[in-house]
């Protein structure tokens, strides 16, 4: 492909994803009712044509930054292929999902807003109920599910390739074979600790046995007792200044953040980068407790990815990302959570041997929930008929979590372009690179000026960076478990 082409194609998706990504913020942050995605595409249709992929699919270079940044057009082209083929059922989904509403007694829930009621609410019939009428909702939407995965199978076709995993396994590097050997690996050798700890808090704080758990338990469970009253509403964005000085890095006006709660909005953080790096919004729904803490901090780690951008890069270095890399990120600024001397000097709390199991109890848990869903994932792209995985994915929950999922959710537990796979990359190369700067800028890397210093340089390098790079900045393979049971290890014995 010649020098031309490539140009062009950096201008036309620049154009595009302006108004894409503020049309995605908008409704997942509740502040338009409806989407309009489809619209967007169809103004770009040279980007939705597969033979523009197929052109660039086999296109190579000498350089490593230029295969860095051809890799990184590949991937964002096969996803706007796929995107702009499902657009218009995209848009019926998210504007159901702001619309939707159930009635609990005298109250009206935003169906959006269903999971934030049940981590506050400490009546476990009310819970159940809830969890109930949300999946009503639920049903309304599979069908529709149904036809985008149905869409993606077939344009993964012309795009070359048997499933739609494929293309994003090469392009993200994400092993998906190799992974979901780990995964079980985890569950396994976790399996024991979990359930113990597990069976302990849920006998002591909800006089629940663990056979009789239910998802909507785990979600009260780990938002509930200290973990609200030892993480109160505070200005958390004060608190991120005050350890971010410490290491010479500063939310910056190009950076906003969304914390309103309002109808519509979806529960979990997110981050867009409408224009970068002048306009980088990062967005959490508050709901009170450690779900604020957690969600806040994940969203100001992805942020930062694309606001030290530099402002003349290419545009894939300075607009694309490998999404292990955003999500490593997210996770090293969101497990500064699990860190006792911060908590002790940010938050004044001393955590005790209870208070610091219950912390990695939760954390284990939604790296077993996700091992869990990536099993369930990985399966269903080799099978052709979708509508009867509902009682794999109960089952591939139940063994992760050892709580009851519904099988209603089957469908709309899926997230797109493999989420969960990227996820659990992002917690082994997250646990490495941890480790790396606690050896080489001490114990609290978080205060050290050095640690800003490095950690800016990466970012403004966009991009350029690969999970592969901070692996082997860490001196660990990308899949490697030890940093991440070393971890584990240290706080649950």
């Known amino acids: 492909m ?236 004060s608190l991120a200044k005050k350890f971010l000085h410490e290491m010479n890095l500063e939310i910056g006006e190009n950076i906003k953040v969304d914390s309103e709660k309002r109808i519509g909005k979806v529960t979990k953080p997110f981050c867009t980068p409408i224009e970068v790096p002048n306009n980088v919004i990062f967005s959490y729904y508050p709901i009170v407790g450690v779900h604020d803490y957690e969600s806040f901090l994940y969203g100001l780690g992805t942020a930062f990815c694309f606001g030290f951008s530099e402002r003349d890069d290419d545009f894939e270095f300075r607009r694309l990302r490998e999404l292990s890399v955003l999500e490593t990120f997210g996770h090293l600024f969101r497990n500064l959570m699990l860190q006792p001397k911060w908590l002790k000097k940010y938050l004044r709390l001393d955590t005790g041997r209870d208070f610091k199991e219950f912390l990695y109890l939760r954390h284990l848990m939604i790296l077993r929930y996700y091992c ?41 537990e899926i997230e797109p372009f493999l989420s969960s796979a990227i996820y659990l990359k992002a917690s082994f190369i997250e646990s490495s690179f941890r480790s790396y700067l606690r050896e080489n800028f001490d114990e609290q890397w978080w205060r050290n000026i050095e640690t800003g210093n490095f950690l800016r340089t990466l970012w403004k390098d966009g991009g350029r960076i690969s999970s592969g790079d901070i692996a082997n900045i860490s001196g660990f393979d990308a899949l490697d478990l030890i940093p991440l049971y070393e971890s584990l290890n240290e706080h649950l014995g």
């Open 2 to 237: 010649s020098d031309e082409a490539i140009i062009e194609i950096r201008e036309e998706s620049e154009k595009l994803l302006r108004p894409l990504n503020s049309e995605i913020y908008r409704n997942l942050s509740g502040l338009k009712k409806d989407s309009a995605l489809g619209p967007i595409y169809r103004s770009h249709p040279s980007l939705n044509d597969p033979d523009l992929f197929l052109t660039l699919k086999d296109t190579s270079s000498s350089t490593d930054e230029e295969e860095k940044g051809l890799r990184l057009l590949k991937s964002f082209l096969s996803r706007t292929v796929l995107e702009s083929q499902t657009a218009h059922i995209r848009d019926e989904i998210l504007t159901a999902e702001t619309r939707g509403k159930i009635q609990i007694e005298q109250k009206t829930i935003p169906y959006r807003a269903c999971l934030a009621a049940i981590k506050n609410e400490p009546n476990r019939i009310k819970r159940e109920e809830m969890d109930l009428k949300r999946r009503e909702i639920v049903l309304k939407l599979n069908p529709l599910i149904l036809k985008i995965l149905d869409i993606y199978q077939n344009v993964s076709e012309r795009l070359g390739y048997s499933t739609y995993q494929i293309p994003l396994d090469e392009l993200e590097h994400l092993e998906t074979s190799k992974l979901e050997e780990k995964a079980k690996i985890i569950l396994t050798d976790t399996e024991y600790i979990y359930r113990d700890l597990l069976k302990w808090f849920l006998l002591k704080r909800m006089e629940i046995k663990i056979e009789d758990a239910k998802s909507h338990d785990l979600y009260y469970l780990f938002n509930s007792f200290e973990l609200k009253s030892d993480f109160p509403k505070i200005d958390l964005l």
């Open 372 to 412: 869990g869903k990536f099993i369930y994932e990985n399966s269903i792209h080799f099978i052709e008929d979708h509508q009867n995985n509902s009682e794999n994915f109960k089952q591939s929950l139940k063994e992760a979590t050892l709580a009851e999922f519904s099988e209603t959710d089957y469908l709309i």
